[in-house]
C-alpha cells in the first residue's frame, strides 16, 4: 500500500465488526419464544457489546468482536421504543461494562419461520435505524450522547425443533462525501506521543471514567514541540478546542475494537462523520484509536493513531448520506448465518459450552497463548482428597483440567463439609463416604463433563513396619500407586504427614513424573514443585548457582530438589504419640485455599513453558519488570506466611543424598522394587544406610571440637 502524504492522501478505511453469540444468548432466545414471546413478532430491545481489542500483532486479521449473551436481553427495554429512549445502553445491563467495554443497544426482530425472516422488509428496518442516526448527528445529540453512535439490527429465525438460528446483523455507518481520508501513515502511540504524553491520555481516559469517545487537545510550544495535553468528554470538544491555535493538534478518540494497523474500528466511522458536521471549519483531526487496557505498568503498544484525518469541507450543507452494515455470512455473502445448537441445547452440553467459552475469553486478551487442550488433556493424580485435595480439584477444574483421580484411605467425617468443599453432611452419615469416591462424585456433580474418579488407597510409609499379615496388601497398594502415577502426567502430593509423601515422591522420580507439593502449616504454607532429575529423556546435571541480576538459578529444572532434599534424616514416623490438636490439621482456614490455587496456578505455568516440567526456576524480582514468560515467575518453592501475608520464592537444590529423590534410591527402586521399599518400611535406618547419611553421622560424631592448646580465642 502506497505511504499517505499531505500531496496524496489515502482513503480511510474502516474495519467491520463480527458477530460473536454465546451460546446462552440463543439458549435465552429459545426460553424467551416458548414462554413469552410465542407467536408475536414485536421488535424487542437488546443490549450488546464491544472491547477494546488489545490485540496481539498475530491476529492483527481477526475481525473486532461484537458480542451477545444471555445477559442481552434487558428487561427494562420490552421493545424499540423503549431502547430507542435508553439514554445510555451500560444502564440496562445488569452488570455494569469494566474499563473497556462498550455497551451499545439495537432491536431483535425475531420472525416465526424462516419465510417470515426472508420477507421481513431489512431494507426498511436498516433505513429507519440510520435515519434516526443521522438525525442525532446532525442535530449534535450525538455529541452528548456519544454512545448512540453505535447501534444495530438483529434479525433472526429460531427453529426450535432442530435448534437451528439463522441470523443477521448490521451497524449501520454513515459514509461522509467525499469520503474520509487520511494524510499521513498510521502509527503506534509512542511514535506520535511522547511517554508523558501517553500516560496523560491513560489518566486523562480514565478520569472520564472509560467514556467509549472522548475529545482532546495537544498543544504545541512555540518551539514546535509538545505541551500540555487535555482530554475530556466528547461532549465537550467545543470547549477545548475553543482556543487552540493553528499549531494546535485536535484530538478525538474511541475505545476501538479494530485489530487492524492500518484501519480504524467500525465506530470510528460514525465519530468523524459526528465531528465534521458539527465542527464545519474543522480541516483535520487526529484520531487515536485505543486498544490497549489501562494496566499498571501501562502498555500502549497495540493503540493506533491516525494523524491528520482529513475531514469534509461541506459537511454542513450534507444531507442524509448512504449507509452501510450488513454483516457478510461465513462464506462472504450478504445473506443471514445460520448456527445449529442442537447437541449444546441440552443442558450438560450447554454447561461445556459456558465452561469452554469461559476460558477462551482469557486467550482471546489477557493470555493469547493459553493452550486449553493441553491444559484440559493433562492428567492430574491428587494424592490426598482432604482441605487441599479438595481446594486443587476445584482449581483445576476451573482451568479447565477435565481427568482428576483422587487417592484417599479415610472417610467424611462431621468436621469435614465446612472446610473441605467437595462434601456435604449427608457424606457424614452413616460412618462417612469414602473420602476419595465422595469427591470424585461432587466434581461430576459441579460439571457433568468431569472425568473424574476416586480410588481408595493407603500409601505405605517409611517408620510405619508392615507386618506378614499385611504384606500382601501392602504390595498390591504399592503396585497400585505406581500404576496410579504412571497414568497421569502430574502428581500433587496433599497427604497430612511427611512421612506420606515419601512413596510417591520416589516412584514420581523413577519414571520422570512433575510432582507438585503442597503443604500446610498453622499460618505457613509450601508449595514446591520437585526437580524432574531422572527421567530417561534428561540426564541428571549438578545445577549450578543464580548469578547476579538473573532470574534462574539453572538451565532447567534438572538438579533442582524435592521435599526431602533438605533433610539429614529418614523420613520417619510422626503419627505415634500425638495429642489431638496434633492428629487433626489445624490451620487458618483461608490457608488451605490459598495453598491450593498456587499449586494449580504453578501447574499452569510450567505446562505452557516452553521447556515444560524443565522450565528453570525463577527467584523474586521488582514488581516493576516484566517477566520474561507470560504467565509470569515460574518458582522452584513458594513459602508463605499468612503473618505477615507474604510469600517468598526459594530455590533447593538436589541432594546427592537424598532419601526420596537421590540417583541411589531411584535406581534402588528401579531395581528390586517392592523388596526394596519394604526395607524402607521396616528398618527406619535403612535409608540412612543405603544413601550414606549414616556414614555422615558418624563423621560428623566423631569430629572433635575442643580447641587446640595454643588457641588465642576465648571460648
Request: aromatic content about 8%.
Amino acid at each position: 500500500m502506497e505511504q499517505a502524504s499531505p500531496e496524496r492522501p489515502q482513503l480511510l478505511q474502516f474495519q467491520t465488526f463480527s458477530s460473536t453469540v454465546n451460546a446462552t444468548f440463543w439458549h435465552e432466545l429459545a426460553q424467551r419464544k416458548l414462554e413469552r414471546y410465542k407467536l408475536s413478532e414485536e421488535p424487542v430491545g437488546i443490549v450488546g457489546s464491544y472491547c477494546c481489542s488489545a490485540a496481539s500483532a498475530s491476529s492483527a486479521q481477526l475481525a473486532s468482536a461484537f458480542m451477545l449473551d444471555d445477559a442481552s436481553f434487558v428487561e427494562s427495554a420490552t421493545n424499540a421504543a423503549d431502547a430507542a429512549d435508553a439514554a445510555d445502553p451500560a444502564a440496562l445491563l445488569a452488570t455494569p461494562p469494566r474499563w473497556g467495554q462498550v455497551a451499545a443497544d439495537g432491536t431483535l426482530h425475531n420472525a416465526n419461520t424462516l419465510d417470515g425472516l426472508q420477507r421481513l422488509d431489512k431494507r426498511r428496518l436498516f433505513d429507519q435505524l440510520a435515519a434516526q442516526m443521522w438525525h442525532e448527528i446532525e442535530s449534535g445529540a450525538a455529541l452528548a450522547a456519544p454512545e448512540r453512535l453505535v447501534r444495530f439490527v438483529l434479525v433472526s429465525y429460531a427453529d426450535l425443533k432442530a435448534f437451528k438460528f439463522y441470523y443477521w446483523f448490521a451497524w449501520p455507518a454513515l459514509a461522509a462525501e467525499p469520503p474520509l481520508s487520511v494524510s499521513r501513515p498510521p502509527c503506534a502511540l509512542h511514535q506520535h506521543f511522547t511517554a508523558a504524553e501517553i500516560e496523560e491520555l491513560s489518566a486523562g481516559w480514565a478520569a472520564c471514567a472509560g467514556l467509549a469517545f472522548v475529545a482532546g487537545l495537544r498543544r504545541r510550544a512555540a518551539a514546535g514541540t509538545a505541551g500540555p495535553l487535555s482530554l475530556g468528554p466528547l461532549s465537550a470538544a467545543a470547549a477545548l478546542w475553543a482556543a487552540a491555535g493553528d499549531s494546535d493538534e485536535r484530538l478525538v478518540g474511541l475505545i476501538d475494537p479494530g485489530t487492524q494497523p492500518q484501519s480504524p474500528g467500525w465506530p470510528a466511522r460514525n465519530l468523524l462523520l459526528l465531528i465534521a458536521r458539527q465542527f464545519p471549519g474543522l480541516r483535520t483531526v487526529t484520531l487515536v484509536c485505543w486498544r490497549d487496557m489501562p494496566n499498571a505498568p501501562l502498555d500502549a503498544s497495540r493503540s493506533r493513531v491516525f494523524a491528520g484525518v482529513l475531514l469534509p469541507t461541506d459537511a454542513v450543507q450534507m444531507t442524509m448520506p448512504k449507509a452501510f452494515g450488513w454483516e457478510a455470512n461465513h462464506q462472504g455473502q450478504y445473506a443471514p448465518r445460520m448456527v445449529s445448537l442442537a447437541s449444546s441445547m441440552q443442558p450438560q452440553r450447554l454447561a461445556a459450552s459456558a465452561v469452554e467459552l469461559n476460558l477462551q475469553l482469557i486467550r482471546w486478551r489477557l493470555l493469547p497463548s493459553l493452550d486449553l487442550a493441553k491444559v484440559s488433556g493433562t492428567r492430574c493424580l491428587l494424592l490426598g482428597a482432604g482441605t487441599l485435595g479438595c481446594n486443587v480439584a476445584r482449581a483445576l477444574m476451573a482451568w479447565g483440567v477435565r481427568h482428576i483421580t483422587l487417592v484417599d484411605s479415610g472417610r467424611v467425617s462431621f468436621s469435614n463439609p465446612v472446610r473441605q468443599p467437595l462434601f456435604h453432611f449427608a457424606d457424614c452419615l452413616d460412618g462417612g463416604k469414602p473420602k476419595a469416591l465422595a469427591a470424585a462424585d461432587e466434581l461430576k456433580a459441579i460439571f457433568p463433563g468431569m472425568q473424574a474418579q476416586g480410588v481408595e488407597l493407603h500409601i505405605a510409609m517409611p517408620g510405619h513396619p508392615v507386618s506378614p499379615g499385611l504384606l500382601d496388601q501392602t504390595r498390591a497398594s504399592v503396585a497400585r500407586l505406581e500404576a496410579l502415577i504412571a497414568e497421569h502426567d502430574a502428581v500433587f502430593l496433599l497427604l497430612d504427614s511427611r512421612e506420606a509423601r515419601w512413596l510417591p515422591t520416589l516412584i514420581a522420580a523413577s519414571h520422570g513424573k512433575l510432582v507438585i507439593n503442597a503443604a500446610l502449616g498453622f499460618d505457613t504454607l509450601l508449595v514446591m514443585r520437585h526437580g524432574v532429575n531422572h527421567s530417561p529423556s534428561q540426564p541428571s546435571q549438578p545445577s549450578q548457582p543464580a548469578s547476579a541480576g538473573t532470574t534462574a538459578v539453572a538451565p532447567d529444572s534438572t538438579g533442582l530438589g524435592c521435599y526431602f532434599c533438605n533433610d539429614v534424616v529418614a523420613p520417619q514416623n510422626s503419627l505415634q504419640d500425638r495429642s489431638l490438636d496434633q492428629q487433626c490439621t489445624v490451620t487458618r482456614p483461608g490457608l488451605s485455599a490459598m495453598c491450593s490455587a498456587l499449586a494449580v496456578e504453578m501447574l499452569v505455568s510450567l505446562l505452557h513453558h516452553p521447556l515444560g516440567v524443565h522450565a528453570p526456576a525463577d527467584v523474586a524480582c521488582d514488581i516493576s519488570q516484566t517477566p520474561e514468560h507470560e504467565f509470569g515467575l515460574i518458582p522452584h518453592s513458594i513459602r508463605g506466611f499468612l503473618t505477615h501475608f507474604t510469600n517468598l520464592l526459594v530455590v533447593g537444590h538436589a541432594f546427592d543424598r537424598c532419601t526420596a529423590c537421590s540417583r541411589t534410591v531411584v535406581e534402588l527402586y528401579r531395581r528390586d522394587g517392592f523388596d526394596f521399599v519394604l526395607k524402607a518400611f521396616n528398618n527406619p535406618t535403612y535409608l540412612e544406610d543405603v544413601t550414606g547419611i549414616t556414614d555422615v553421622k558418624k563423621e560428623l560424631a566423631d569430629i572433635s571440637w575442643e580447641p587446640d592448646d595454643d588457641t588465642d580465642f576465648d571460648l
